[in-house]
């Protein structure tokens, strides 16, 4: 496989979970998850208010270890 | 001391921090000028984009949004925060290893078309302008309730800051000054939400707090206000009142919409390499989910508080704050069953939109009012939710300094948004349009001047735009966001993730996505705002949601255009190959 095509199965694996967290829990499933509770929060509502956030930014940060790794096999 | 000298010496000694830090910092070349010689480190990157991003709305509206929205708020908290995952993975790294100035040169070089190029400056131009008038009026906004000054000096006085340090400094400048206004930003934030959090669960971090159970209660604070406005017939504050395809369609506007917006993608080209440039994008969000967290904690206890001093209150004994916003004329009381309390529910207390007041005051010193009382609801209490953010110091007895800090916080978030987007406009301006179309013979010293002209000029019209507000400035917000993700998003992903598209489909899809929601909104919001509700709308999406539908269309038309159009140049391909290499 390419660099570019384990870049793109990467990018699309980590923008799952960008959908699955804010758009799925957060919106669409949000009812179907709400019987379980973060301290006071039910949990679609933690999601749509503060757990996506959080998501987010560990998904910048995993991509951007991921890549780097590939980026430097591609160099060598 | 009082307050408003505080907040002078707090905002003067803001100000002269701001012109500080351009002076030392100006820009001496075009490269300067337009991407601060691309050697930002990432985290100071970060935290500019994160002041860049955070404007006078974030900064002082959307808590307050979020308290009367409810869950219906959440479309904000996830939209605005969710756009920087798609930039640090799709767009940012390969438009920095591009390596040129602009977001137009991008898509004028990528589809080898000026036309294409003007296409993406006008659609640039009309996102800009939008979110600029906005800015200045928050700045015009902030000076008159903190420091008396007509709502006119204070635009003035604001376009005379930004004015010194964009033209002086140019992005070089604006990234510096960026940083130092992002730590008054959410200092200014954070300590209110910290006192106001011990205050209602005794726990420090707001967003524990915000989960956390009341002091000296079993009850959580979230079932605590649930159950407190159902009571007052509201719809429940943790259930969405909107339909889930609207509520979808807005969050996703907002996300592909700020992955979009020409004045954050340029913030990307300041760093030194397409490593930093993610790793960046990490670091603006972090620093944005600071304050993007805290608010919907800020929210929830403004909310509680608010009905908890204030309901079955006489009004007598109502807090001084509430006095103090009743003179300013942002909360009103009409004593429809002259108990002499204040009865606070859902609907509007009275006919009309907006309190108009009398000069005359009540036998209990209220000011009176000269609306007409609304029948068919009992609440009696006015309240704009604009001043949320503002008066929480007063409501949490914070000492007067916190006042002064906070009023020096809203204009930190103006300026440096206002700056931001001044200067995306301006090189699309000198850039694209004069060097690099219709003038490409002057000199980069001609070149850096127009540049400084251009940001000269276009604070005036900001200015202008904010002494004399257009009445729609808060509708068009809706603009910027729809218009980013249905014309420029599609062109810049499919210009770095696919080889073949054309620029007759770059063209065709950016006018599609343009026009196709350039009209709705303005059909919905200004031809026939009657018809404005969700049994009219296309699928039930509202205008601010439309832009998915626009960015969806704009990618139909260029995939059907590139099948029937001559495929690009052999330089194209290189060059997408290029930077797409590490």
Same mark, same amino acid.
């Given at each position: $496989? ?5 870049? #793109? ?26 019987? +379980? ?40 | ?7 002078? %010496? ?12 351009? %002076? ?37 509206s959307?808590a307050g949004l979020i308290a009367f929205l409810g869950r219906d708020g ?22 920095? /290893? ?6 137009? =040169? ?25 979110? %600029? ?12 309730r ?12 604001? &376009? ?24 008054? &930003? ?14 209602l ?10 989960? *956390? ?9 979230? *079932?605590k206000l649930d159950k407190t406005i159902i009571d007052l017939g509201f719809s429940p504050y943790t259930e969405?009142s909107k339909? !889930?395809? =609207? ?7 907002? +996300? ?17 390499? &397409? ?15 600071? !304050? ?7 929210a929830s206890f403004a909310r509680l508080n608010f009905i908890d001093s204030v309901q079955n209150t006489f009004y007598k004994d109502a807090p001084d704050w509430f006095k103090n916003w009743e003179n300013i004329g942002l909360i009103s009381w009409m004593d429809k069953n002259q108990d002499g309390k204040m009865q606070y529910s859902s609907g509007s207390p009275f006919v009309e939109s907006r309190p108009i007041f009398s000069d005359e005051r009540g036998n209990l010193g209220q000011r009176l009012l000269e609306n007409e009382a609304n029948a068919s609801s009992s609440n009696e209490v006015y309240l704009d939710r604009d001043i949320i953010v503002l008066a929480n110091?007063e409501i949490a007895n ?33 850039? =694209?349009? $004069? ?10 010293? /001609? ?5 400084? #002209? ?20 808060a ?23 696919? /080889? ?29 705002p009657e018809?404005n509700n969700? *049994?009219?709308?296309? !699928?039930? %999406? ?13 990618? #139909? ?26």
């Amino acid at each position: $496989m390419t660099f570019w095509q384990k870049n #793109l199965i990467l990018l699309s694996s980590l923008l799952f979970f960008w959908f699955l967290c804010s758009f799925g829990f957060g919106i669409l499933f949000s009812e179907y998850i709400s019987f +379980m509770k973060i301290g006071g929060f039910e949990l679609g509502f933690w999601f749509s208010q503060q757990g996506s956030i959080y998501v987010f930014i560990i998904l910048i940060f995993t991509y951007s270890y991921l890549v780097e790794r590939l980026e430097k096999k591609e160099k060598k | 001391m009082e307050a408003q000298t505080l907040t002078y %010496i707090f905002v003067g000694l803001s100000f002269a921090l701001y012109i500080g830090i351009a %002076i030392a910092s100006r820009a001496k070349s075009t490269n300067d000028f337009y991407v601060a010689g691309k050697g930002v480190n990432p985290v100071a990157n970060g935290m500019a984009t994160a002041a860049d991003w955070m404007s006078a709305a974030s900064f002082l509206s959307m808590a307050g949004l979020i308290a009367f929205l409810g869950r219906d708020g959440s479309v904000y908290l996830m939209g605005w925060t969710g756009g920087y995952v798609l930039l640090a993975l799709l767009l940012a790294p390969y438009l920095r /290893k591009y390596g040129k100035y602009t977001v137009p =040169d991008f898509i004028g070089e990528r589809y080898y078309s000026n036309v294409a190029r003007v296409v993406a400056v006008i659609c640039l131009i009309f996102i800009s302008f939008t979110y %600029i008038a906005g800015q200045m009026r928050g700045v015009g906004i902030v000076f008159s309730r903190f420091l008396e000054v007509e709502i006119e000096m204070g635009v003035i006085i604001g &376009m005379g800051i930004v004015f010194i340090y964009a033209v002086l400094g140019g992005m070089k400048g604006i990234t510096y000054t960026q940083v130092a206004q992002y730590c008054v &930003m959410i200092f200014a934030y954070l300590v209110p939400a910290i006192f106001l959090s011990i205050m209602l669960t005794g726990n420090p971090i707001p967003q524990l707090g915000f989960g *956390d159970k009341l002091l000296n209660s079993e009850i959580y604070l979230i *079932d605590k206000l649930d159950k407190t406005i159902i009571d007052l017939g509201f719809s429940p504050y943790t259930e969405y009142s909107k339909s !889930l395809i =609207d509520i979808f369609c807005i969050t996703a506007a907002l +996300m592909f919409g700020t992955a979009g917006l020409p004045h954050v993608i340029v913030r990307f080209f300041t760093v030194p390499n &397409m490593q930093a440039a993610r790793r960046s994008a990490g670091y603006a969000l972090v620093f944005i989910a600071i !304050l993007y967290t805290t608010a919907p904690a800020v929210a929830s206890f403004a909310r509680l508080n608010f009905i908890d001093s204030v309901q079955n209150t006489f009004y007598k004994d109502a807090p001084d704050w509430f006095k103090n916003w009743e003179n300013i004329g942002l909360i009103s009381w009409m004593d429809k069953n002259q108990d002499g309390k204040m009865q606070y529910s859902s609907g509007s207390p009275f006919v009309e939109s907006r309190p108009i007041f009398s000069d005359e005051r009540g036998n209990l010193g209220q000011r009176l009012l000269e609306n007409e009382a609304n029948a068919s609801s009992s609440n009696e209490v006015y309240l704009d939710r604009d001043i949320i953010v503002l008066a929480n110091p007063e409501i949490a007895n914070l000492p007067i300094w916190v006042i002064a800090l906070v009023a020096a916080g809203g204009l930190a978030a103006a300026l440096s948004t206002a700056a931001g987007l001044l200067l995306v406009i301006s090189s699309s301006i000198s850039h =694209d349009l $004069m060097k690099q179309t219709f003038m490409p013979q002057i000199t980069e010293k /001609k070149e850096l001047l127009y540049a400084r #002209l251009a940001a000269g000029i276009t604070i005036l019209l900001a200015g202008l735009l904010g002494i004399f507000p257009p009445a729609f400035v808060a509708q068009v917000v809706a603009f910027a966001f729809g218009l980013a993700a249905s014309t420029l998003f599609p062109v810049l992903f499919m210009g770095i993730f696919s /080889k073949n598209t054309t620029k007759e489909a770059a063209i065709g899809g950016m006018l599609a996505g343009l026009v196709f929601t350039f009209s709705y909104i303005v059909f919905f919001k200004f031809i026939s705002p009657e018809l404005n509700n969700s *049994d009219y709308w296309f !699928l039930g %999406i509202s205008p601010e949601g439309i832009g998915v539908i626009g960015m969806i269309l704009n990618f #139909l038309v260029m995939l059907l255009l590139t099948k029937s159009s001559k495929s690009p140049p052999e330089s194209v391909i290189n060059l997408v190959e290029t930077i797409r290499r590490p």
